[in-house]
């Protein structure tokens, strides 16, 4: 490949473009009118714009970016996330027209993308799953026999779903009927597609993801876990590489497990699968994720693996470099993901001008970024900024860098989750390791971060007091000595 053009924006973009660069191949960016001046735009070799604002006239428009590719004799496409990443008809569009696409092929995506399909498709290969019923659902008396048998409290489960959205929880019978109705109506919405199933709720569920790697060759393996059990609704917010739950046993099965499922639909390039592990260490499939992840950093981070450059190195029909008994865990990461959200408002959206934007710095801290001072936050897209990853010799070393880090980053003009994040690495919960997916709901409310920030801005005050005084002090004994 001599020249990749990345279907994407933002922070993902540009640290897509940055492997890309390292291995001497020329980039092309795309960009909507209210990205012409973003950061991925200037650092691109070449860059085109694809339409107005709304995604639906830009970076959605799977046949406008292929012709692009066409134009500038482009040799591959990188989806990153979101967008047209996990897009089946995209995916096979690509190859049709000669170009690679850089990730899995469609087949896998089609069979993933769908829940119900991926449990079918996992069935054989002995993964286990949660108690419940693998197959779409209508029937409210049917549905009523199926809770009763595995017991309520039930979850209720968009097939197409994803976010939270048509996902609903449900204690007592009397509930079910309206419960499914509500979600067979938010998954059409959503998705398109209204296909619900029923499966046993895990009530004080970890949300415990496995990176894989697979090549041409037949040859897959997998990068160990990550954790991303802190989450504002159903969506994650921190992530973290290893867990602090998982011993090397459970390591082992889950890494097995996630090659397997892998296999299942013949997976080639990165993916993720994703698992529920309960309060008694048992875990359970949920889906895969057939793209490079948001949190991808921290495993990066702690395997010393670039994973955008093994994604271009398999779709440029390569073996795989290394094999599962070279990886090793180095160290511990975090992540924090940047988002533009006031945590004080139920984290709404923030839009508005970055009037002071600077980013930490220093050694072991990376800022995966797509900003810079003085641009809008649009409203149009999803409201991450960048992502901020720490990583240390050990877990607390690295929440301490990160908690600097995070006190170093200086926002003004748009509300972030930064507070946010400092409230959760600074929680005895989180620092324990003593935590689940309901982190938010038992641990965080508005007020306790309000509570925090004006303790802090107190201890502030009181510091900028003493060195005030200190100063006086100074100044006034030269004056003092010159009287004697």
Known sequence: MKKILVANRGEIALRIMKSIQ??????VAIFSEADRNAPHVKFADEAVCVGPAPSNQSYLLGNKIIEVCKQLNVDGIHPGYGFLSENADFAEAVEEAGISFIGPRSKAIRIMGSKLAAKDAVKKYDIPM?????????????????AAEIGYPILIKASAGGGGKGMRVVEQEK??????????????????????FIEKYVASPRHIEIQVLADTHGNTLHLFERECSVQRRHQKVIEEAPSVVLDAKLREEMGKAAVRVAEACDYVGAGTVEFLFDENRNFYFLEMNTRLQVEHPVTEFITGVDLVEEQIKIARGEVLSIKQEDLKIKGHALELRVYAEDAMDNFLPSVGKLEKYQLPHGEKIRVDN?????????????PMLAKLITYGKN???????????INDYQVEGVSTTLSFGKFVFEHEA?????????????????EKLQNEVEEESKLAALV???QYLQDQKKLRLPITEARA
């Open 22 to 27: 390292k291995m001497g191949i020329k980039t």
């Open 130 to 146: 949660v108690p419940g019923i693998d197959e779409a659902i209508t029937d409210t008396k049917k549905a009523k026999k199926i």
């Open 175 to 196: 509930d079910l009927e309206d419960q499914i109705k509500r979600a067979i109506s938010e998954a059409k919405s959503a998705f398109g597609d209204g296909s619900v």
């Open 370 to 382: 797509g900003f810079e001072e003085g641009m809008d936050v649009p409203i149009y897209y999803d």
């Open 395 to 405: 877990r607390e070393e690295a929440i301490q860098l990160m908690i600097k880090a």
């Open 430 to 446: 989180f620092t324990s390791g003593k935590f689940d997916t309901h982190f938010v709901k038992n641990y965080y409310s508005p």
């Open 464 to 466: 900028a007091l003493k």
